[in-house]
C-alpha cells in the first residue's frame, strides 16, 4: 500500500495491426481489418474476450466510427451495433460502457496523443478515479487507437 500497488493496473493483452498504404494506390485501406486483427491479437494475449471487458474507450474520429468498431471489437456482432445504442448497452451503467469520456469529440483529438488518453481514461476507471464517470467496479478494460486507419492499436489493461 505504501508503493501504491493498490492502484496497480496492468497490460494483460496488447495488439498491433497495420495495413499497407501508399498514395498512388487506388485501392482504398481497410481502417476494419486492423482493428480487428489488433484486437484479436490483444484478447489472445490476455486470455480473455470482447464479454470480460467492463469498459472501452475507442478511436471514434467520426460518429459513424464508433458503431463501426463495436463490431471491429467484437463488442457485438456485425450490424447490431444501433441496437446496442437503442438498447442503452453502451451508456455509463449500461451492459458495457464505451466512451463515457464523451470520446474525442468531447475531449478533443490530438493527434499522436489520443492512444495515451485512451489509456489514462481507462487506468482512472480500474484505479476508482474516474469522478462523475466512474464506471463502478471496472476491473478490465479497453483502449483503441487508429492511425490514419491504415493501422490501430488495442491495448487490454487491467486492474492488478
Known amino acids: 500500500k505504501e508503493l ?3 492502484r496497480a493496473v496492468k497490460i494483460a493483452g496488447s495488439g498491433l495491426a497495420s495495413d499497407p498504404w501508399e498514395a498512388n494506390n487506388p485501392e482504398l ?6 482493428t480487428r486483427y489488433a484486437a484479436k491479437q490483444a484478447f489472445d494475449m490476455a486470455g480473455l474476450g ?15 466510427a464508433e458503431m463501426l468498431h463495436y463490431e471491429n471489437l467484437g463488442l457485438c456482432k ?9 438498447d442503452g448497452e453502451v451508456v455509463l451503467g ?9 470520446g474525442l469529440i468531447a475531449k478533443g483529438h490530438p493527434i499522436g496523443a489520443t492512444g495515451v488518453a485512451n489509456i489514462v481514461e481507462i487506468v482512472e476507471h480500474l484505479r476508482g478515479e474516474a469522478g462523475k464517470r ?9 483502449a483503441h487507437v487508429l492511425g ?4 490501430s492499436a488495442v491495448h487490454i489493461l487491467q486492474k492488478a
Not at 456485425?78 to 437503442?86: F, Q
Not at 449500461?94 to 464523451?102: A, D, M, T
Open 134 to 142: 466512474q464506471v463502478d467496479g471496472a476491473r478490465v478494460g479497453l
Open 94 to 102: 449500461g451492459r458495457i460502457p464505451v466512451n463515457v469520456s464523451g
Open 4 to 6: 501504491g500497488m493498490d
Open 50 to 64: 470482447p464479454e470480460d471487458l467492463d469498459i472501452v474507450e475507442l478511436h471514434d474520429c467520426f460518429a459513424t
Open 29 to 34: 485501406f481497410d481502417p476494419n481489418s486492423v
Open 148 to 151: 490514419f486507419g491504415t493501422s
Open 78 to 86: 456485425e450490424g447490431e451495433a444501433a441496437r446496442m445504442i437503442e
